[in-house]
């Protein structure tokens, strides 16, 4: 926090900065720090230094095609539920003004550069799935309240039924009212959205007599959840999975290298192949990294 002070100074940049800057940084920089997660910490100090430079656009601001620093960023609306905080705003995204989720100060996604996350957390395990000679017909999401993941799963007419696991209500509410295209498959009768807690879901069902899933996307907002991402847990996943079904992980971004590590350790304890995806998202500020993963021997190649 002091050196992007000082680098904001030596740039003439500090009255440009938002408001309560410093405060805002250090208490996220910290929080990370106090989790154990020193590489989310470098992220986001990384992160709010390159919003603070850019003009006090903040949240605004993303890497690829970015945000225009002319453009004010307004935030349209906030909302708190009993289990994250949840804020719109809107803002510039390369040459269009667009809309930005945020859940507890973490960028989910733009109504601009959607797309690049959702296709790519879904697109290449379909593929991977068809390949292998049963087209997928069932698909497992925990996470992605807003649809938008879904929207693309349920665009293949193989898909017969897909169920979401997300215990906000207000995720799915809030992205009907202002993301109507990235929520679209909400109104899809093969959809099945559940809002509770996915990962007791998948406790109470990995032995179950329940019809095995194709597709499993975990979807979550990397930090708080972090810690119970458990073998036990994905040992239920594979339960659940059908011999040839495919996991897709959102692993975190490439600064996140000792918690990639041990996401991936897990993945090759549970499954027979583990392979790593990288993708660049202009909402994001590094390129990002997938985990997919199968139960068969699979070659995405």
Known sequence: VALAGG???AEGAIEAAPEHWEEDLRRQTVAFLRGGLPGKAVEAALSGLADAIGGGLGRGMST???TNSGVKQ?????WKTQYQVGEL?????????????FLDDVRQFSDRFERYYHEVMSYP???IIAASGSPPKRALMLGGGDGGIASRVLAVDTVEHMTILDIDEQVTVKAKAWFPRV???????????LHTDAIAWVKENAASELA??????????????????TDQFFGGLKALMTPTGVLVQNIGSMLAAAEMKDHFQKHVR???TTFAMTTSIPDYATDYVLGLSSPADIDPW
Not at 74 to 78: A, G, L, P, S, T
């Open 270 to 272: 549970t499954f027979r």
């Open 89 to 101: 705003w809107r803002t510039q995204c390369a040459e269009e003004r667009c809309y930005e989720l």
């Open 74 to 78: 307004e935030m349209v609306k906030q």
């Open 212 to 229: 095995r899933f194709d597709l499993v996307v975990i979807d979550f907002t990397d930090t708080p959840l972090e810690s119970l991402f």
């Open 64 to 66: 690829l095609g970015g």
């Open 125 to 127: 395990a379909l593929n």
């Open 183 to 193: 929520s679209a498959s909400t109104s899809d009768p093969r959809l099945e959205i």
């Open 7 to 9: 680098l904001l100074s």
